[in-house]
Antibody, heavy 122, light 107 residues
C-alpha cells in the first residue's frame, strides 16, 4: 500500500525547534518530488516547502524561509522538516504530500500523510 | 505570489443538487490548476488535475473546467459523501498556492 506517515509533532515554546519526519512506503520514494503543506486550526491549506527527488532543488514559502529546512534521505525513504525559531502562527497540522507528474509540466499532490500536529505555545 | 480566490466561501445544497465552485487566479496559470476535497480530520484528496482531468477513482459526477485565470469545479447529483471542503491549487509557479477553500454543507 502506498503510504506516507508523519511523526515528530508536539508542543514547543515560541523560539523553539522541532523536526518532523515523513516515512514513505509502497512506492519508490527516490523517484518522487515531495512537499510539506500545513493547515492551521480551522483554516485553509498553506504550502510550506518543496524538494526535488534528488534533493538538489528546494523551495520555501516566504512565511518560513530562513527558519525551516526541508531535506530527505532516499536510502531511508524519509522526508524531513527542521523547524527553528518557531512562532505561534506556525501552529498547524503538517502534512507531507507526494508530487505526481502527469506529463507536460502538469502535476498534483496525489498522496498525503495523515498529518502531525505542531503547537507553538508557552 | 499567485493569489487564488475561491467563491463562494460556503455553500448549502441538498442531495441530488448540482453545484459549482469558482476559482480565480491573480494571473494566468494556463491549465495548471488542481482541485482537492477535504473532510474534517482527514488529509486532502486530489480530485482533478490540469483543470479538467479526473483523478483515477474519482466519480464522474465531479468535473472541472477553465484555463487562464478562471476555473470551475462542478459536482452533479450531490451525494452525502460529497459534503466537505474543496480547495483549488495552482502548480504554475514554483511557489504553490491554494485557494481559501469552499465549505459545502447540507441544506
Amino acid at each position: 500500500e502506498v503510504q506516507l506517515v508523519e511523526s515528530g509533532g508536539g508542543l514547543v515554546q515560541p523560539g523553539g525547534s522541532l523536526r518532523l519526519s515523513c516515512a514513505a512506503s509502497g512506492f519508490t520514494f527516490s523517484s518522487y518530488e515531495m512537499n510539506w503543506v500545513r493547515q492551521a486550526p480551522g483554516k485553509g491549506l498553506e504550502w510550506v516547502s518543496y524538494i526535488s527527488s534528488s534533493g538538489s532543488t528546494i523551495y520555501y514559502a516566504d512565511s518560513v524561509k530562513g527558519r525551516f529546512t526541508i531535506s530527505r534521505d532516499n536510502a531511508k525513504n524519509s522526508l524531513y522538516l527542521q523547524m527553528n525559531s518557531l512562532r505561534a502562527e506556525d501552529t498547524a497540522v503538517y502534512y507531507c504530500a507526494r508530487v505526481y507528474r502527469y506529463g507536460e509540466g502538469v502535476d498534483g499532490f496525489d498522496i498525503w500523510g495523515q498529518g502531525t500536529m505542531v503547537t507553538v505555545s508557552s | 505570489d499567485i493569489q487564488m480566490t475561491q467563491s463562494p466561501s460556503s455553500l448549502s445544497a441538498s442531495v441530488g443538487d448540482r453545484v459549482t465552485i469558482t476559482c480565480r487566479a491573480s494571473q494566468s496559470i494556463s491549465s495548471y490548476l488542481n482541485w482537492y476535497q477535504q473532510k474534517p480530520g482527514k488529509a486532502p484528496k486530489l480530485l482533478i488535475h490540469a483543470a479538467s482531468s479526473l483523478q483515477s477513482g474519482v466519480p464522474s459526477r465531479f468535473s472541472g473546467r477553465g484555463s487562464g485565470t478562471d476555473f470551475t469545479l462542478t459536482i452533479s447529483n450531490l451525494q452525502p459523501e460529497d459534503f466537505a471542503t474543496y480547495y483549488c491549487q495552482q502548480s504554475y509557479s514554483t511557489l504553490i498556492t491554494f485557494g481559501q477553500g469552499t465549505r459545502l454543507e447540507i441544506k
